[in-house]
């Protein structure tokens, strides 16, 4: 894949440079960690070391200054190396940007440089058991006592709680005029008395692994509210502006993930013979090897663009493009996996191969964060203006 005209030069260089680290590290580094139950600590600090986690982050804070493009270029080719950190997504892309966009002076520089440089890392909690992708359902609540706040409420399916420092976490405060509950963004850290956690067991092949939460009269101090006191009015745009990234990177992940699977169908087609010519010369698989490589092509044609949008202050524009790039590379994404699996025949679901665990990993980028069902809603709705139906 070549972006010669799509991408500056640093950009290129910055692609050339991250597939690097994600050939030396591969796909049985990460396979290993995950057979012994560890995390990819050793990639996240080598990645860390050379600037790629807080690409997007200010540089007054240790980030690089980039945008949400340059982070979803480490994810890609990390994730076409075989070596996906789904904690990019969540620690630089969504809390790194809510807090350089909202956060206090303080919450900034108590942060950003840690995020920046990998030392620190953060959660995003919203997913509630009752809510799912009704996210207007939610009613983890924050009342107030005092200076301080207490926060109470359940949250599944999240991500890298038992690794991040701190989990941001979505409540809701009731507001003091209309007695309306309003979002709210709270960092609540790991050890936080009446914070618990407990793992969901995943069919998922990965070392981050997800959580049920619950928070029982956490007790927060006022400067857990990201914003501060302002926060209490800004939530919902805090939320928006962490969720564009979500999706961008998301997209990321899925392009990533189907660019190696597709690779590694590709090696195989080309030396497998039992015939007189390689598998890859028959055209049940080679066209859709081809179709799938298009449609990974495309999904990340979108996710420029949304990139792009979303690094120009177009939060707007970007929302559109950001949904439909996530909508496309996770379609695309489980196509390609589908395709390299059945590519290698019955080593298609071989341990050593080690494939078929994308199946399910690949199949992530479908419901999560928003999924391709609330994506076609979404464009249902707000691009071509029909009826909505609940
Ligand atoms: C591996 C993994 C990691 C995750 N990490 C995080 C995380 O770090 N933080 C976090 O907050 N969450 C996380 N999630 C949660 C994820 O965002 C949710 O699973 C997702 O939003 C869908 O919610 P749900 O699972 O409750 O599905 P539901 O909302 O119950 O939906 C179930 C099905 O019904 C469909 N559906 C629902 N409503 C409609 C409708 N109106 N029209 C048409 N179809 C509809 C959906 O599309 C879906 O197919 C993670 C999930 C997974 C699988």
Redesign the pocket.
């Known amino acids: 894949m070549t972006n010669a005209l799509l991408e500056t030069e640093e950009q290129r260089d910055l692609r050339a440079a991250v597939a690097a680290l994600g050939k030396r590290f591969g796909r049985e580094y990460f396979t290993g960690v995950v057979a012994e139950g560890k995390h990819t600590d050793e990639l996240w600090a080598e990645a860390a070391s050379l600037g790629y986690l807080g690409v997007n982050l200010p540089e007054e804070y240790g980030g690089g200054g980039g945008g949400i493009t340059e982070l979803a270029i480490v994810l890609e080719e990390l994730g076409a190396a075989g070596c996906p950190l ?1 904690m990019l997504v ?1 620690s630089p892309a969504i809390c790194g940007t809510v807090i350089a966009r909202f956060g206090t002076e303080e919450q900034k520089r108590e942060w950003l440089p840690g995020l920046a440089d990998g030392s620190r890392k953060m ?5 509630e058991p009752d ?4 996210s207007h359902r939610i009613t983890t609540t924050a009342r107030r006592e005092g200076e301080d706040w207490l926060l109470t409420g359940r ?6 709680v038992d690794i991040a420092d701190a989990t941001l976490v ?1 409540g809701r405060t009731e507001d003091e005029r209309t007695g309306k509950l309003k979002p709210c963004l709270f960092i609540v850290p790991r050890d936080a008395p009446g914070f618990t956690r407990s793992p969901i067991e ?1 069919e ?1 092949a ?1 070392p981050e692994k ?1 959580f049920e939460l619950v928070l029982d009269d956490v007790r927060l101090p006022a400067d857990a509210l990201v914003g501060g006191g302002q926060g209490e009015d800004a939530g919902l745009l805090q939320l928006f502006a962490g969720l564009n990234p979500e999706r961008i990177m998301t997209a990321a992940f899925g392009i990533g993930m189907g660019r190696h699977a597709i690779d590694r169908a590709l090696d195989y087609a080309r030396t497998r013979q039992v015939w007189k010519e390689p598998i890859g010369s028959h055209q049940a698989i080679a066209h859709p090897l081809a179709q799938a490589h298009i449609e990974l092509e495309l999904a990340r044609l979108m996710m420029t663009k949304a990139a792009a949008l979303y690094d120009a202050g177009d939060d707007m524009g970007a929302g559109e493009a950001a949904n439909m790039a996530k909508y496309a590379a996770g379609e695309a994404c489980v196509k390609a996996v589908d395709q390299a699996v059945h590519t290698l025949g019955g080593n298609g679901l071989t341990k050593e191969y080690g494939i078929a665990s994308l199946i399910t990993a690949a199949r ?1 980028g479908r ?8 994506v ?2 979404f464009v249902s709705h707000q691009t071509l203006g029909l009826p909505k ?2």
Do not use: D, W
């Not at 809510?131 to 009704?134: D, R, V």
């Not at 419901?367 to 609330?374: G, K, L, Q």
């Open positions: 789904l969540v959660a995003f909690g919203i997913t809510a799912g992708s009704n949250k599944v399916f999240i991500s890298g979505v995943m998922l990965a997800q992530v419901i999560a964060p928003v999924s391709r069902e609330m076609l809603n139906s609940y």
